[in-house]
């Protein structure tokens, strides 16, 4: 299964993506498995067998250093003989739950592993474009706005202040060294939803693990909007990025907002009434949980300036994002063996449908 899509530019390119055992890791080596890219992953293994980058075929086909970001250092030489012309960085504690019981981890993986993988960066001459990776949760005041690029950062939780650190970090570093040489590309996303996903504390895999154990899904603060959007989407977007803007170095850091196709944000306890409703295998009913933490109520992001500059919008709209999504969970209940095809499936039938 090939995609040539984006004029071939990742045909043959070396590229290491940290972080690359998880949701929008296995998704995005996937992706540039199939157009022909070399990758390097490096991320911590993920302990719980369910995810695609534990299914035999991906660990065949990907070579990963199983290791934490904070001693990537060690691994200098083997990845300096990689010679990556592409780095995109994903790895973080991603959990803003998590975030207020492991603050200091979560500082450390987010704050300083950047730094350590950008330090590494100085030294790799074949590397051109950096990627990081942050969040709609970076922006500091957020009641009713519509979020643009040009809003204050700010962060009043352990995960939205280390990942505004992270945003901030990557900037610095563009502006201090990486001024002629190299291209540092920030993104912004939303709220991600797809297959593949099995973090119990998020709302998609909790609604599909609660459904199957046939039990209530607990919802926490069910009037908060969120931009939802599908990861293939997501991956399109990053892709889509550095192929256009990746030719040559930009004297300016890139940074862009992703989120949804409508700029719609949608109610936890819509999208969920909106899953039970549509999807075949979802028995489950919904009930209300205490707040147990601090969580913004309102998210809405504006993906104007991604759209302006490289033509770029959401291929999916919240029906068919539900259904792709309905069909992933469902299939990996049916057969568990197929996971790794039917998701390469999938990402084939995304790019090449207008939809
Ligand atoms: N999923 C979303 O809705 C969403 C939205 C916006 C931004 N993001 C960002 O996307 C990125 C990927 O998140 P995800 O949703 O795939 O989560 P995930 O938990 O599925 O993946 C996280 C990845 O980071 C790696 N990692 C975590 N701690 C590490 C450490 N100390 N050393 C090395 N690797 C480590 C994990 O091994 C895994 O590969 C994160 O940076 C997250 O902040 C996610």
Redesign the pocket.
Known sequence: MNLNIYGDFFRNKRILI????????AYLSLTLLMMGSKILG?????KDLR?I?NTKEYKKKIKTIY????KISYHKSYIKRFKPQILI???????LSRSYIESQ?TY???VM?TVKLLELAKELKSLKNILV?????VYKNTQKKNLNENFSLGGDDP?SAS?SAQDLIANSYKYSFFEKNKNIFII??????GGG?W?KT?LIPDLFISSYKKKNILLRNPNATRPWQHILDVINGILKLISVKGGKVSKKSLIYNIGPKSNKSIKVKDLILDFIKNSKIIKTKYEFQKLKFKEKKFLKLSSNAILKDINLNAKLNMDQTIKLTSDWYSMFFKNKANIFDFTKKEILFFFKSKY
């Open positions: 940290t972080g690359n055992t998880g949701f929008v890791g490096y991320a911590l293994k993920k995810y980058s290791d934490d970001i904070s960085h994903l790895a973080s504690q991603p959990i981890a450390e993986t987010n592993g990776f942050t969040s709609d949760k995960y990942k912004r996303a939303g709220n991600i939803i996903d973090e998020r």
